[in-house]
Structure formats: structure tokens, C-alpha cells
């Protein structure tokens, strides 16, 4: 079965990085298109980074030019990068992925960015 197990999140100042990782297992990971989401309290889970099995990216609005997110289709991994981390950056991550259908993510690891 699909699982997604995402490792890197804690606390962090304001200005400050952190790096997630999220190790996939159950698909074959160099083929599947992989996602990184967040949900802060009370607010809806939404998309901050993609990439593609080829290695396109893609960011949101909010996420462009701070974070990066990379694959690893050794160590069936995707990694987000992320840099001069805001308070509202403060949500759980999720990755996440669609296989035969159905959308799966990880149990989310929390990031939180003090001020």
C-alpha cells in the first residue's frame, strides 16, 4: 500500500530554514508526480510545491522564491527547502500523491515560525 512518512518540521525564528523530507513507499516513486501541502489551524489544506516525475516544479504564490522542493528517486524521496520562513508559514506539511486515483499524504509533520 501507498505510505508516506514526512520527517523534518519543529520550531523555528522567523528569517530561519528548515528542510522536510517525505519518504514514499508502496508506488514505483520515479514515475509519480509528488506534492507538498499545508494546513495551518482553522484554514483549508493548499498546495505550496510540485514536481513532476520529469523534475518540473512548480510553487505558490506564497511559497515562490523561498522554498525549494527536490526529488531523490534513489531514496524515493522528495524534500522541501525552505528559507526566510515567515509566521504565517506555521501549518502542518503534508506530501502527498494520486495513485490509480486517489489522492494519499503522510500523517503531516508541524512547522511552526515564531516572531
Known amino acids: 500500500q501507498v505510505r508516506l512518512v514526512e520527517s523534518g518540521g519543529g520550531l523555528v525564528q522567523a528569517g530561519g530554514s528548515l528542510r522536510l523530507s517525505c519518504t514514499a513507499s508502496?508506488?514505483?516513486?520515479?514515475?509519480?508526480?509528488m506534492n507538498w501541502y499545508r494546513q495551518a489551524a482553522g484554514e483549508q489544506r493548499e498546495l505550496v510545491a510540485s514536481?513532476?516525475?520529469?523534475?518540473?516544479?512548480n510553487y505558490s504564490d506564497s511559497a515562490k522564491g523561498r522554498f525549494t522542493i527536490s526529488r531523490n528517486n534513489v531514496w524515493n524521496r522528495v524534500n522541501l527547502e525552505m528559507n526566510s520562513l515567515k509566521p504565517e508559514d506555521t501549518a502542518v506539511y503534508y506530501c502527498?500523491?494520486?495513485?490509480?486515483?486517489?489522492?494519499?499524504w503522510g500523517q503531516g509533520t508541524r512547522v511552526t515560525v515564531s516572531s
Open positions: 514536481i513532476s516525475s520529469a523534475g518540473d516544479t
Open positions: 502527498g500523491t494520486r495513485h490509480r486515483g486517489l489522492d494519499y
Open positions: 508502496g508506488i514505483n516513486f520515479r514515475l509519480y508526480a
